[in-house]
């Protein structure tokens, strides 16, 4: 039964806002009607992607927003939306994602904000995936007014948690994300209910009309204005993505900016620590174990930001709209309730706007398995030990390191391999679940390696290390190592995964028979070393963390691919590419596991 606060459907008003520089953007303000006169704390979104729609019934409770919308007025808080620069019925043009411009609007909109007298002069900032990332770049703004930022699933490094993950083109994300849009920046509903999984396309397309207008704007006149002056938009759809390293940077083909350039290093999160260690802003963020490299991205975030944070890393997908869980039985997550997410995020801010803000450094992560939440303030964790399974014959993990002077496993590459359209990657758009479902099937086409059953339960937390010695018929291959886990009944999990272009590796060491990478790989132009066909190498990589507890009998996989076709672009020269991992004495392959004693 809900309460009569729970049936009061917040006020909505939008309208236009001007910046510094002229350009308007369309502001939506959600707030309760009975906050009139009573001056209340303001949470901040900002996102590309349409803050809310012109719809053929204009109920407010159809909007994408309303559920936050209606959760945080009820709280107390106001909430302000925003179109950003160049997107939704906002003016300007995007010269490409989270410009300079696009930044300092946001120190536009705060301004504006504290001369509301709805506003007590404190502002949030919260938001997931792009709008996550907005939210941390806020506090670069250096604001005096924003107390706290509240991110959730951000892109801490776009190039490698997302675009290049291990130097290799993440093509689907780019090409999808890039289609979708530029369907929204030209207004194009019946193309963006084509590329918007999970949704009803009729309906969308029935009582979707395109961005709201701003309530002055009664015929949609400005908003059509300035979807018209959207076609001048940088978009990831007509821009290059034949750009291997971290330095060189994806240029547009077409359009007003033919020279615009994605730079992933500039337009990602850490290029930004200064700037927001300066503000010194408390950051509560978090990700999930199963939304591609967020997780990643958190644990570098605490390692490396000096601001007062709480960093929180979860068992979700993209979004926290579903409990991710290895285990269940038919592979299949389940929906988290929208509110539970909202409640968490309220807690923890309004500890910071109570006074009491965040008095460490903290970093909260749960357990698979053991199912339970867990504290540090050290990353990674002091009493990790590195278990070191060693690649055997007979396609088998073992703790004890090879003895045989020769032994190795060819494998020719199959570019068929996949983790499906259901994985960590997919989930970044439309905030999909992730499938655990059995991969007996999609392993066949893999070199796979496995333990003996594990003789006492064992927590892996951290980041898995591969480590492989290999020859090669090219001088560049893609490598994909998964972690997985054998159930008693034979069913098999992907838990995390790992991959690396070859060549982007910087030479270390170039002698005792074998040539010597890695393992940290700068993805730029100068470290690039071509393999020497036919000789050996030692590559190591990490994989994705994890924090997960393997049950008693349960057994080990390390398996490894050289393509995963519904997800990255296959390599130039990938027909016919093979290599051969090493297992003798000598050249003895391992993997390094994490564990928690």
């Known amino acids: 039964m809900t309460s009569p606060a729970q049936d009061i459907i917040p006020a909505l008003e939008a309208v236009y806002v001007a910046m510094r520089d002229g350009v308007r953007l369309a502001v939506d303000v959600w707030r309760r ?46 909430v302000v939306n925003v179109d950003s620069r160049g997107s939704g019925a906002s003016f300007g043009v995007r010269r490409t994602e989270w410009s300079e411009e696009e930044v300092a609007d946001m120190g536009d909109v705060m301004e504006w904000i504290v001369g509301q007298p709805w506003s007590d002069g404190r502002v949030v900032t919260h938001g997931f995936s792009y709008g996550g990332n907005t939210a941390f770049l806020a506090a670069a703004c250096g604001h005096p007014a924003l107390k706290v930022i509240a991110p959730q699933f951000a892109d801490f490094d776009i190039y490698r948690h997302n675009l290049f993950p291990g130097g290799i083109a993440n093509g689907w994300l780019h090409d999808n994300w890039g289609r979708l849009t530029a369907a929204m920046d030209r207004g194009d509903v019946a193309a963006m209910s084509r590329l918007l ?16 207008p701003v309530d002055d704007d009664a015929d949609g006149a400005l908003a059509r204005q300035a979807i018209a002056g959207h076609a001048a938009n940088f978009n990831m759809a007509s821009a290059d993505l034949n750009f291997d390293c971290l330095d060189d940077a994806g240029r547009q083909n077409t359009g007003a900016f033919p020279d615009a350039l994605f730079d992933s290093h500039r337009l990602s999160i850490y290029s930004h620590q200064s700037a927001i260690e300066r503000s010194n802003v408390p950051i509560i963020y978090w990700a999930g174990w199963f939304d591609a490299g967020t997780a990643d991205g958190a644990l570098n975030l605490f390692a490396s930001f000096s601001n007062p944070m709480r960093v929180i890393i979860g068992p979700w997908s993209h979004g926290r709209r579903f409990l991710q869980d290895p285990f269940v039985p038919d592979g299949r997550p389940s929906a988290i309730d929208l509110d539970e997410n909202f ?54 993990l073992s703790l004890v390191q090879p003895q045989q002077d020769d032994g190795s496993d060819s494998y ?89 272009r070859a060549g982007h590796c910087k030479l270390l060491e170039n002698d005792a028979g074998y040539r010597k990478f890695g393992p940290a790989h700068s993805f730029r132009r100068q470290d690039i070393t071509p393999l020497a066909p036919g000789d050996m190498a030692l590559l190591s990589f990490a994989m994705l963390p994890i924090s997960i507890r393997i049950p008693r009998g349960f057994r080990i996989r390390l398996a490894i691919a050289g393509a995963d076709r519904d997800t990255f672009k296959p390599m130039p020269d990938a027909d016919g590419a093979a290599i051969a991992t090493g297992r003798s004495s000598r050249f003895a392959s391992y993997l390094d596991l994490p564990v928690i004693p």
């Open 197 to 212: 999984p999970g949704i009803d396309g009729d309906s969308f397309r029935r009582l979707v009309r395109g961005p709201r």
């Open 412 to 500: 020719v590459m199959d570019e068929a391999a996949t983790t499906g359209s259901e994985n960590r990657w997919h989930t970044q758009i439309g905030c999909m679940p992730v499938s655990h479902e059995d991969r007996r099937q999609a392993d066949a086409r893999l070199l796979t390696y496995d333990s003996t059953p594990l003789d006492r339960d064992t927590e892996i937390t951290g980041h898995p290390v591969v480590h492989l010695y290999l020859t090669s018929n090219r001088a560049d291959v893609a490598l994909f190592a998964y972690l997985e886990m054998i159930m008693p009944d034979g069913d098999v999990r992907l838990l995390t995964e790992g991959c690396l």
């Open 343 to 396: 409640e968490d995020v309220r807690q923890a801010v309004e500890s910071c706007l109570a006074g009491e803000g965040i008095t460490e450094r903290r970093l909260d992560y749960f357990t698979l398995g053991e199912n339970r939440w867990k504290s540090t303030t050290q990353w990674p964790l002091p009493q990790s030990t590195p278990t070191r399974f060693y690649l055997a014959d007979s396609h088998q």
């Open 33 to 78: 009607a009975d906050q009139a006169g009573d001056p209340r704390p303001t949470m901040l979104l900002t996102t590309r992607y349409w803050r809310s729609f012109a719809l053929a019934e204009d109920d407010l409770r159809l909007q994408g927003i309303f559920a936050l919308a209606s959760y945080f007025t009820r709280q107390g808080y106001v």
